[in-house]
């Protein structure tokens, strides 16, 4: 696959991936987040986990539990934290269950509100998930080269 044309002069950038352990494997041809520049992208993270036996049945505040945990490792891993999100995108199957999901959501945000996105779907995510939250975040790096 050519990502650029033959000939030009633009640099493709760079792009890093991560993973952790910390948080569950991913399911197919991806990475757990990708780093370029002082940007973090997160990929979808589901509620429930076949690894860590946590399944479609728990309810939704487990399951946002379990999507910030991993949230928090993988940013972690790439040189990042929640207080730096700077966009999160919350996938539900039930709209009514929503609260629940804000609940969590705002205990480990505190005060940081990050730009964010619901989108119920209206039927369960991959694997019977309740919930699916993907992220993108600066790298505190960023901010400390603003500071020098």
Request: hydrophobic share 35%; charged share 25%.
């Amino acid at each position: 696959m050519k990502t650029l044309q033959e000939g030009t002069s633009t640099r493709r950038p760079e792009l890093s991936p991560v993973y952790t352990g910390q948080a569950t494997a991913p399911h197919g041809h991806y990475a757990q987040a990708i780093v370029t520049g002082d940007t973090v992208y997160v990929s979808g993270l589901l509620g429930n986990s076949l690894r860590e036996h946590i399944d479609a049945r728990r309810d939704m505040a487990t399951q946002a539990a379990h999507c910030m945990d991993q949230l928090e490792a993988i940013l972690d891993e790439a040189d990042s934290a929640p207080d730096l999100i700077v966009k999160l995108s919350v996938f539900v199957s039930d709209v009514d269950d929503w609260a629940s999901a804000d609940g969590v959501l705002g205990e480990r945000f505190g005060q940081h509100r990050p730009a964010r996105i619901v989108v119920p779907t209206g039927t369960p995510l991959r694997y019977g998930s309740q919930i699916e939250i993907d992220a993108i975040a600066l790298k505190r790096s960023y901010f400390d080269r603003s500071r020098s």
